[in-house]
Each structure stands twice: as structure tokens, then as C-alpha cells.
């Protein structure tokens, strides 16, 4: 699987648009992008992936770059509940590939009133 | 609904000693899987189950066995316990294993070896 960098923190005001950027310039034509997040050391939840498209959900949108060598999840109101750990991660489909889910260090991000 | 079901939630054991994490999901899912987390760290993959009957190892599979009981359950057992493996450990699953499918994950089982 693509490694992917992330920044390790950043801040972000309440109702205000959070941009978390990714880069995974190594990903290859079958893999996905996938987000999770983490809040407070609970299991981690997902919230989208995609794979050139851009998508969106109830909870965020996802936009791949043309070459989707990088990526950045919105988070269009952010609220308190939404400080997390949010993961980027890359992953390829199929039977045994795909099951190799790493997650790396994560963006630590903290929305304040 | 209960999604996926991990006990216990917080264990402390002597180095040594063994133990099981039992980890049960109702939402009749094929794959499950294992992962640890240490302090301020990613997830990594111990072990998983593409499919009932199945079991493959992950990046860090040392000191672990793994049982796919039936559909529902997987356990991770520890059979010899050491200070390293103090962790949270998380275990996840998914309708299928190769889909695009996100994973559901329990909400951990708290770790310490002394």
C-alpha cells in the first residue's frame, strides 16, 4: 500500500470549514483513498473514501487531486465533537491486498470555541 | 444494535501469563481483524480473517494466536504475556474482505503487562 504523510496537528474554529490536507504521492491506479478518525482513544470511525472522484457524505467531503497523488477532507461546520485523530490512509481492493489496512500517525485536530 | 463487541475493556496481567480477547459483531460479517495501538500511535494489524475458517497474519502477528471461533467471534490470545504488548488493542470487521467496504470497530481492550 501508497505511504501517505500527513500534518501531525493542526487547529481549527468551531463552525468554520476544516480543510486536512494528505499526501500520497506513491498511490497507484487501484488504490483508494480512505479517512477514519479517532476521538479520544474510542475505536476509530470511518467517514468516506474514494477513488478519483470527488465524494461527499453526511459527514464530509473528499477531494482528490487530478493525478491523486494528494487529497483533503472538509469538514464543512466544524464542532467540538469533531476533535479527533484523523487518518489518512491508502488501500488497495481484493481478497489479500486489501486487508492490510495501515493506519499511520494521523492529523491530531483540535476545534476550539 | 450492537456492531462489534470486544471483552474484557481493561486487563492487567503478569508477565507470563496468557490471556483471550474475545471480540464478537453482530452484523454477520465475513472478515474480521485484529490491531493494536501504543501511546500516540497508528493502528497496526495483527492478525485477521478474510473469511470463516481463515486466519492470516498482519505486520506485527509475534506473541499472538488468533481463533475464528464461527461467523461472529474472533479472539486474539496472548500466551505468554510480556511488557511490550501493553496496548489498546481494537478489533474491527467488514462485509467482505477485498470490498471498499468501510471497517466497524469495537471500542478496545485496555492492555497492561506488568
Known amino acids: 500500500d501508497a505511504k501517505t504523510t500527513q500534518p501531525t496537528s493542526m487547529d481549527c474554529a468551531e463552525g468554520r470549514a476544516a480543510n486536512l490536507p494528505c499526501n500520497h504521492s506513491t498511490i497507484s491506479g487501484n488504490e483508494y483513498v480512505y479517512w477514519y478518525r479517532q476521538i479520544h482513544s474510542q475505536g476509530p470511525q470511518y467517514i468516506i473514501h474514494g477513488l478519483k472522484n470527488n465524494e461527499t457524505n453526511e459527514m464530509a467531503s473528499l477531494i482528490i487531486t487530478e493525478d491523486r497523488k494528494s487529497s483533503t477532507l472538509i469538514l464543512p461546520h466544524a464542532t467540538l465533537r469533531d476533535t479527533a485523530v484523523y487518518y489518512c490512509i491508502v488501500r488497495v481492493l481484493g481478497l489479500a491486498a486489501g486487508n492490510k489496512l495501515t493506519f499511520g500517525g494521523g492529523t491530531r485536530v483540535l476545534v476550539k470555541p | 444494535n450492537a456492531g462489534v463487541t470486544q471483552t474484557p475493556k481493561f486487563q492487567v496481567l503478569k508477565t507470563g501469563q496468557s490471556m483471550t480477547l474475545q471480540c464478537a459483531q453482530d452484523?454477520?460479517?465475513?472478515?474480521m481483524y485484529w490491531y493494536r495501538q501504543d501511546p500516540g500511535m497508528g493502528l497496526r494489524l495483527i492478525y485477521y480473517s478474510a473469511s470463516e475458517g481463515t486466519t492470516d497474519k498482519g505486520e506485527v502477528p509475534n506473541g499472538y494466536n488468533v481463533s475464528r471461533l464461527n461467523k461472529r467471534e474472533f479472539s486474539l490470545r496472548l500466551e505468554s504475556a510480556a511488557p511490550s504488548q501493553t496496548s489498546v488493542y481494537f478489533c474491527a470487521s467488514r462485509r467482505l474482505a477485498g470490498e471498499a467496504g468501510e471497517l466497524f470497530f469495537g471500542e478496545g481492550s485496555r492492555l497492561t503487562v506488568l
Open positions: 452484523m454477520n460479517h465475513n472478515s
